[in-house]
């Protein structure tokens, strides 16, 4: 029986398509479902302010009568005027080992993107950055985050026998937390403060850091608009992401730089792994699975995610990253933490992994966006 594509609508369809990874994946030791309830709120227009400039369809694919793949497809009307490439997305992308399930699945996108006379295809890729994006191409045999995506290995080998090929890598890197902070690094802590006229801002409570968050997100999309397919996110976007990240995070965890004038001048944020949580309540909150999400943000848990990081232009090569990173170790080592996992870096991006080098450290996954042209 040839494979069937069938466009998602209505609520029983959404449901399907979020919930086909956890059978895909079922057997994976390796897999981290996302929050079931993220997953659902990124594709109700309603919820999800990207679809003010971002169009989408979801599918599913079918191979005798069985659910076997999903995929979305994007189209990024910012992303077209500000990079001037005529590119559709395609993300969510999963499908079980059948070339013709992937080759249904990308061409229906291609098909869709041909409406709109676009001329490429790429992915995977969000309606934003803040989405997952990048498909694993090295590291199948290390454990997922929440904050990036995993994949069997024939997915690369599909999407190649399809015709795409490289458009950007990502890199990740697991971080072994010191002992203890180097004196050097203590030094250059402080003289960094007094030269920049900086400093960390000492939070109690989440909420203590919700007033910084429009600066905080403002100064990110001056940060990030040179970096590969950035998209400057909306004030309806940022009013969500400060409900997202900022009301949510670990004080201890969430390290903002200050500026004589109470600008934000820097930030990273970082969370208690929830990987092995997210396993056990399968991306679900209830009816149980807040108690083990709750668990894991103890400070019992031993291992750090990185989520997300910037520098102010004009601070950037000044030290003040540095002494971000001295900071986060702080907490690191104050809560014994023994590894933290980077988010995906652009493998480019040296000033960012030059940080590593000070640290025990190894390379171990890479992600790829691939492309292909369609006209």
Request: aromatic letters at 14%; charged letters at 30%.
């Amino acid at each position: 029986m040839s494979v069937l594509i069938k466009e998602v609508n209505g609520r029983s369809d959404l449901r399907k398509f979020i919930n086909f990874p956890l059978k895909l994946y079922a057997g994976c030791d390796k897999f981290v479902p996302s929050f079931m309830f993220d997953e659902k709120a990124t594709f109700i227009p309603e919820k999800n302010p990207a679809y003010e400039y971002c169009e989408s369809k979801q599918w599913l694919a079918y191979r005798d009568g069985k659910l076997a793949g999903r995929i979305a497809g994007i189209i990024n009307h910012k992303y077209i005027d500000r990079w001037g490439k005529k590119a559709a997305r395609f993300g969510w992308i999963d499908f079980i080992d059948d070339e013709e399930v992937s080759s249904a699945l990308i061409n229906k996108v291609i098909e869709w993107a041909r409406g709109y006379s676009l001329e490429y295809v790429h992915g995977p890729l969000g309606f934003t950055d803040m989405d997952y994006e990048g498909m694993l191409i090295e590291g199948f045999e290390e454990m997922g985050t929440l904050p990036t995506i995993y994949n069997y290995p024939y997915y690369p080998e599909h999407l190649t026998k399809l015709g795409f090929e490289k458009e950007v890598d990502w890199v990740e890197f697991e971080i072994k937390v010191p002992e203890k902070i180097p004196e050097k690094a203590e030094r250059i802590a402080e003289i960094v403060k007094q030269k920049l006229g900086i400093r960390v801002f000492d939070a109690k409570k989440s909420k203590d850091f919700i007033p910084y968050g429009k600066d905080l997100f403002g100064m990110l999309n001056n940060a990030y608009k040179d970096l590969f397919g950035f998209v400057e996110l909306t004030d309806k976007q940022i009013d969500k992401y400060i409900k997202q990240y900022i009301g949510f995070v670990v004080p201890d965890y969430l390290k903002i730089l200050l500026d004589k004038d109470d600008r934000v001048a820097g930030f990273v944020i970082a969370m208690p792994s929830l990987t092995k949580a997210l396993q056990k309540s399968k991306g679900r909150l209830f009816p149980t699975g807040f108690i083990h999400i709750l668990k894991a943000l103890k400070k019992s848990n031993r291992y750090l995610d990185m989520y997300l990081g910037a520098i102010r232009p004009d601070l950037q090569g000044k030290g003040a990253d540095a002494l971000l990173m001295t900071e986060l170790t702080r907490s690191a080592i104050k809560n014994g933490i023994i590894t933290a996992e980077t988010s995906i870096e652009l493998e480019t991006n040296v000033l960012v992994q030059s940080h590593w080098k000070y640290f025990e450290n190894r390379q171990h996954k890479r992600r790829r966006c691939f492309i292909k042209k369609i006209v």
